[in-house]
């Protein structure tokens, strides 16, 4: 049976290790967060958010548009942002309404408060290698790898999903720790037979039960990203953990496995985008 990857448990470690950081800072570290429209998951994630903010020393700025607001008025206020002293990350929660272009807007947040890692000048750096934010899901998945000392280097790792915001950062940050890396996509063929081969295997897909028991090698590392609901509306990933936790030897649950571990690396890259500012 499956030693379960517990990101809760190390969301809680993180979370203490960076609200002692901010308490010795010259001053808080402040996160504005963005929600356009009434998306009721968008709503959640942006009250979790306040709450990590808080659990974390973090000031948390919210600033709740209807979902009417024109992409002219948003980008006006992304600007304000950008060039407030005392904003340290700029967060714009997606989707966002059809009218406003994604591409436009996050390409308007500075660089050096885009905490999300989502700014093409933070998406380059990370296919170089250079020091910069890691996007919060993927850096998330290395940091629970890293905790329960799992080797990437040398072994076959599958991503299933090319995501701009999972899977292809993903892949490059297994890459980067020298993992043998293949993404997998909806028109890879014989996809049962990649992801047996991997030692770590990921699945960003979405979708329920996508990953069975078979798909998987005796013994691989499963990291599960989706977060998807089933026939009872219940929270769970894209494995059918049942078949997947018997064959693996360390396995991600959903919830509290790389959900946790994304919102603090939010934290994390806050706090960095703070120190780097203080820095001047
Ligand atoms: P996405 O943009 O919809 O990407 C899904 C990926 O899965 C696409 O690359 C797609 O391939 C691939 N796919 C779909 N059907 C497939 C099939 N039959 N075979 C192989 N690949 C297939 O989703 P995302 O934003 O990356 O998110 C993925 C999941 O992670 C979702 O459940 C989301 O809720 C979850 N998520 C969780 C966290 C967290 O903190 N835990 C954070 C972000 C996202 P194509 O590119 O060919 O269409």
Known sequence: MAIKLDGKALAEKMRAQIREE???LARRPTLAVILVGENPASQVYVRNKEKDCVECGILSQSYRLPAQTSEA???????????????DGILVQLPLPEHISQEKVLHAI????DVDAFHPFNVGKIVTGEQGFLPCTPAGVMALLREYEIDIAGKDCVVVGRSNIVGKPMALLLLRENGTVTICHSK??????????????????GKTGFITGDMVKEGAVVVDVAMNRDAEGKLCGDCVF???EKKASYITPVPGGVGPMTRLVLMQNTLAAANAHLQG
């Open 242 to 244: 049942d078949e997947v």
């Open 110 to 113: 500075r660089p050096d408060k």
């Open 22 to 24: 901010t308490e010795s």
């Open 73 to 87: 008025q948003l980008l006006e206020l992304i600007d304000v942002l950008n060039e407030n002293d005392r904003v």
């Open 188 to 205: 890879t063929a014989h996809l049962s037979e990649v992801t047996a081969r991997a030692d770590i295997l990921v699945s960003a897909v």
